[in-house]
T-cell receptor, first 114, second 111 residues
Framework: EAGVAQSPRYKIIEKRQSVAFWCNPI?????LYWYQQILGQGPKLLIQFQNNGVVDDSQLPKDRFSAERLKGVDSTLKIQPAKLEDSAVYLCASSLGQGSEKLFFGSGTQLSVL | KQEVTQIPAALSVPEGENLVLNCSFTDSAIYNLQWFRQDPGKGLTSLLLIQSSQREQTSGRLNASLDKSSGRSTLYIAASQPGDSATYLCAVRLNTGKLIFGQGTTLQVKP
């Protein structure tokens, strides 16, 4: 079974530039999550989708971050413009539903903002 | 507001030792609790999931316990090996589906 796919693996940009990350969840998984993990900290939820609808985006900095999940499958997360404090690993995860199922994570995109 | 804390932040043990990692949470109204492993530069791998009605789960050398009333979970690793070296994260799932992580415990098992 294929896992959660993310790209790119690494990205280096200058502040005020834009960047986009892509995630393809495990086939059949209805719930998709984007997490931000700053070095030395646990992952923090940015946004949660159920199919193509947003369930929770309370911690998404909406002035600069946006995310979409067209057709309820792939998802993209965009930052525009980036700030130095956005340097982190962006993790995508998926699960069958919002219930008791385990989460499966991708390898993440490591973003460095210079 | 639910907060998840893991102590210690780092742990170093000789190979073969049994060890316990701790996780505490402030609100006992959880749906389940999950333990993850994270290797450097990698994503998270689910190790064990304990439903709110359960007390423990076991997988090989790993045993996770849950005490909702006291807001605690432990991950017990038996006969540790150098390959167990990684960061271990616990996360509680709220009834809304949201998963809240602790900051992790970085384990080093020395040969």
């Amino acid at each position: 079974e294929a896992g959660v796919a993310q790209s790119p693996r690494y990205k280096i940009i200058e502040k005020r530039q834009s960047v986009a990350f892509w995630c393809n969840p495990i086939s059949g998984h209805a719930t998709l999550y984007w997490y931000q993990q700053i070095l030395g900290q646990g992952p923090k939820l940015l946004i949660q989708f159920q199919n193509n609808g947003v369930v929770d985006d309370s911690q998404l900095p909406k002035d600069r971050f946006s995310a979409e999940r067209l057709k309820g499958v792939d998802s993209t997360l965009k930052i525009q413009p980036a700030k130095l404090e956005d340097s982190a690993v962006y993790l995508c995860a998926s699960s069958l539903g919002q219930g008791s199922e385990k989460l499966f994570f991708g390898s993440g995109t490591q973003l460095s903002v210079l | 507001k639910q907060e998840v804390t893991q102590i210690p932040a780092a742990l170093s043990v000789p190979e073969g030792e049994n060890l316990v990692l701790n996780c505490s949470f402030t609100d006992s109204a959880i749906y389940n609790l999950q333990w993850f492993r994270q290797d450097p530069g990698k994503g998270l791998t689910s190790l064990l999931l304990i439903q709110s009605s359960q007390r423990e789960q076991t997988s090989g050398r790993l045993n996770a316990s849950l005490d909702k009333s006291s807001g605690r979970s432990t991950l017990y690793i038996a006969a540790s090996q150098p390959g167990d070296s990684a960061t271990y994260l616990c996360a509680v799932r709220l009834n809304t589906g949201k998963l809240i992580f602790g900051q992790g415990t970085t384990l080093q098992v020395k040969p």
